[in-house]
């Protein structure tokens, strides 16, 4: 068996997207997500060999999770079928006005939220390039914020790269709690990416500007601390050097997965030895195609696909 590139480590759900009110009876179309599937198939797609790591349950939900991330060239011989009657988490999610989106959870007592140790340490080996991790795993069970921390502690014996995307979901947990959790993983972590209002999560000193944020982390261990804005791009800092990116300006479709499709952008210049300028350009490229298509990871582009960037708008190619 081929070692895999990146493994990530995660819950990946049924996603029920209605078109419209749930409550009046909108048809729904049936997909999967997870921040760090989604993250696996971009790489993939990307031409890098990704590995998710995970709980399903032995139902048709979770048959599916499986399917579809084989079906995108990830690898799951490392993910695990429920045998306790744990079902594959769900979720729902329904346009209200506007662009407002909201997504509603039935992931408690899920396969995904009983992830331990055990699952996750057998698919760590030298080989291995990169882990990434997010802060929804460890949010979801005491024996998911086990299994995290023990991955990316084998990982740095190992001489593996440990990425962390913070990932804050407020409904999942108290900023106090996740902050108690996320700051040994910080310190585990080769590279930090967060929001700008994520940071005070994962910094000893909570209270400080950002920049005294950013240094303070620097100084603390982080390589390599890559800050999203949304809209205005994303800035990336080690010690000896920093870089912007400006997002590019296409039609927002799906805002959903978009942070995701940012980070498998960055980690694939990272594993192509891209400078901190270019790594940030195809991770704001990922980022803009997955805006601009429905779906948490069906408008994730291919390694091909992302010089389409680089022509006007309305260019017909022929």
């Not at 396969?111 to 991790?133: F, I, K, M, Q, T």
Request: charge should be negative; aromatic fraction near 4%; charged fraction near 20%.
């Amino acid at each position: 068996m081929t070692t895999p590139d990146v493994v990530t480590i995660g819950e990946t759900m049924a996603a029920l997207r209605a078109t419209g009110p749930v409550r009046l009876g909108a048809p729904m179309n049936l997909s999967v997500a997870g921040a760090e599937s989604t993250v696996a198939i971009g790489l993939a797609r990307l031409g890098h060999r990704s590995c998710w790591i995970g709980r399903v349950g032995d139902d048709e939900f979770g048959a599916l999770v499986l399917r579809t991330l084989l079906a995108e060239g990830v690898d799951v011989s490392h993910a695990h079928i429920d045998g306790e009657g744990r079902p594959t988490g769900l979720l729902a999610r329904e346009r209200r006005i506007g662009g407002l989106i909201q997504v509603s959870y039935y992931r408690g007592g899920s396969a995904g939220s009983a992830l331990c140790p055990e699952d996750v340490l057998p698919a760590l080996s030298p080989g291995v390039r990169l882990l990434h991790l997010t802060g929804i795993t460890p949010a979801l069970s005491p024996t998911c914020a086990e299994a995290a921390l023990a991955a990316a502690r084998e990982a740095r014996e190992l001489g593996i790269t440990v990425s962390l995307d913070v990932n804050y979901r407020s409904r999942l947990w108290s900023a106090q709690r996740a902050r108690e959790t996320l700051l040994p993983l910080t310190r585990l972590a080769d590279i930090l990416i967060a929001s700008a209002d994520e940071l005070h999560l994962v910094c000893a000193d909570p209270v400080l500007e950002e920049k005294a944020l950013v240094d303070a982390l620097l100084t603390e261990g982080t390589r390599e601390l890559v800050l999203t804005r949304g809209g205005n791009g994303a800035d990336v800092f080690t010690t000896a050097a920093s870089a912007h990116a400006e997002a590019h300006q296409v039609p927002v479709v799906d805002v959903v997965g978009a942070g995701d499709a940012f980070v498998a952008g960055y980690l694939s210049g990272l594993l192509d030895g891209l400078d901190l300028d270019r790594r940030l350009r195809r991770a704001v490229a990922a980022g803009a195609f997955a805006v601009a298509a429905e779906g948490d990871w069906e408008g994730l582009p291919t390694r091909d696909s992302l010089a389409l960037l680089d022509h006007p708008s309305g260019t017909t190619l022929r």
